[in-house]
């Protein structure tokens, strides 16, 4: 080689080295300008007073104000400068507009939601709420505004996307309460599914599917039941033909929509060591990039509260303790929402039959815009309303011709945000239950205890009473037989204060057995778990009953143990996989191959059993989210059952199976699919091998790095310790705890929580996944309630004229 040539190749390489330091470095300086600073002072127009905020090692601020309207301005402002990209994506999708961000990916989600009108009910909400709930809404949005307006860099998503967001505005947070409570009613996917089994395999079949409460079941509060009770509804004959079936949701949508479970448990003074009661909380949702919760603690002259608020929305709210009470929500599982099937006029399809002849549908016209590169195109969508909601069969999968959807929260003054910012300000029981009196979207149980030693609860929803019983498919509307004639009063709504045996706890089961939840499916196994570990001792400590956010005992799994070991009583191949379930401790640690045979195997049980009579697209729908609770009751109802027509495979005419074929065909199935997947080495199955969890940011399917993880996560589905997985893929997980709190009303020094994978939704910020290992191991971070006026960093908001 000359020396000529030698000079050029290090020439050509010392160049490139340069290239990639400089490329390195303008990576990391174009992800940390919109990195805010935590110390320091910021003059600000719109405060009447200065405010300081204090945040600890978790990026979690400590908001000290003299004012209320001084309170929520900062708010507003310190959660904008971490959560702005998060935020507009919420009120993007309630306006409808998120396709002038996304363009033509979004189009179908913007029909959606423009057609449901939660941007129009969010409106109208404005105009109901109590003077202190418009305060708070009003300043939040001023200092949201503050930071848009400041010239601080903006996440960098705007930049990569090409756009930047519009000023906020008061309905903009409304619309977010409401998505979050849309997101948590179960029927609006449930009752499609339940058509589509009514369509495919025809009304006795499906009522042999309502729901059902198995002998015993735990309930909130109240006796239980000695037998098992089925439940009834009016099945009319289908309308609409036989199909394959699609997500009812069939569309992507950059912000999360699927409901999950959650739990929290509650104990008083004479079952706590301390003598005081312990509360936790733990909501089981997605955990996303950012987290859908932002921490936050604020102390003005009506409020001291600390928990979880969601970005966009003044005040905290899915858990939290504001000095006198701790609060935390599980899903309630109402059934108050309805689909009703409008027979139009052959002659004028804007008409619709009624009870009295034809009704004109109410017509909306609305625009769609949607970016197309530099540019805008639009859609126009025309929007129609009946007596029973808007028609949602044309964004709505699996549904029949001109269905509408009829929903207490887009009825108007939804009062979500009101009732929950009345229970940040609420100092007892009583005022909690009147707090929440106020809302009608929601459906969730919240649990209550309190510094002077009393715990409780609080059934919140909207409950309708239907004119003929309960309606678990689409239902025709032309001559009012079905509509609601009303409410259930919220008087009326299940209850408890100190109940005598000393805890109460959810899990999203029944609060207590009455007729009003229509045709609600409710989770028992959780429970049934649950009553166990109480029954092991009198007093337990906080940290016996901290532990048990994290038990992973399955009580799934001890059902059906035995019947698969009964089954494969006789040598065969299977029977060292048989005699490993049989050892199970039935505990899903990531150290069990057992747990993954055992969810593997009820997986094939569930496709194998019912299938064959309700068709695979169906069966394989109530695999998400926590709609596969509902195919594990089917069995668990038919257990004791082993000739019953659903364990027959109809598309064999020679013979018919029953209950011990099927569990033999599923466990053949499940090692067949372990052994493909990962050998034939049970060392390979562990749980946390195969059971991991990426988490994802909008952004992360063409820019990776965004991502988290994968990280191990025990347990699943039915265990306490909440570990939802995609049967799709398996045996990826999708959802767990998103948020969590223990509070031991003893020494509220030793407050805990937690909110994967962190605070910041700025990559390389430190707080972006700071908290994910800790929650991953179950773990949870200081809350500093009591002390966080000793927290060193210290930023300063200063009025300015």
Known sequence: MSDRLGRWIKRIAITVVLLVIAGMVAFQVFF?????????????????????????????????????????????YITARERMFQMDLTRLAGRGELSTVFGDKTVKTDRYFKTLGFYRAASAAYGELSP??????????????????????LPREYVILGTRPVPWEPADSLVGALLMSY???APRGIKPLLHQVNVNAGPEILRQLLPWVPAGAPMLSGPGNKKPIATDGNIPAPRGVKKEYTAVEDFYSPIILRMRASNWMVFDGSRTTTGKPVFTGSPDLEAAIPSLFYLVHMKGSSYDVIGGSIPGLPGVHALGFNGKFAWSITVGNADNLDFFIEKTDSGNPDRYLTETGYRDFKII????????????KEEKLKIKISRHGPVVSDVMEGLPENCTMLWPGLM?????????????RARNFRQFREALGVVRGASVHIGYADVDGNIGYQYMSTLPVRKSGNNPVP??????????????????HPNALNPAKGYVASFNQMPVLTDYYGSAYFIFERPFRFEEMVQEKEKFSPEEIAAMQNDTGSYTARRFIPLITSVYADTSKLEPYVTMLENWDCFVDRESPEATLFNSFLTHLIRNTFQDQLGGPVVEEFYKDFHVTIPVQWLIRYLDNPTHLFWDDVASKDRRETRDDMIRLSIQNAVDELENRYGDNPDNWSWG???????RHPLGGVLPFLNLGPYTYDGDGLTIHAGWWDRENPFEMVSGAAIRIVVDMADLSSMTFISPPGQSGHYLSPYYDDQADTWSNGGQVPAHYTNARSLEKVLMLQPVE
């Open 32 to 76: 940390r300008l919109s990195i805010p600073n935590y110390t320091g002072t910021i003059n600000i127009k719109g405060l009447n007073k200065p405010v300081e905020v204090r945040t600890d090692d978790h990026g979690v601020p400590h908001i000290f104000a003299e004012n209320d309207e001084d309170l929520f301005f900062a708010q507003g």
């Open 132 to 153: 202190a709930s418009k305060l708070a809404v009003d300043a939040y949005t001023r200092g949201v505004n503050a930071y848009l307006s400041s010239g601080e860099s």
């Open 183 to 185: 997101r948590l009613n």
């Open 365 to 376: 016209h609305e625009t769609i815009k949607i970016k197309d590169g530099d540019e805008y």
């Open 412 to 424: 108007g003054k939804d009062g979500t945000l009101d009732g929950l910012l009345r229970v940040n």
């Open 475 to 492: 239902v025709p509307g032309e001559k009012g037989a079905y509509d609601w004639s009303g409410f259930i009063p919220y008087e009326k």
């Open 689 to 695: 091998k195969v059971h991991r969890m990426t988490i």
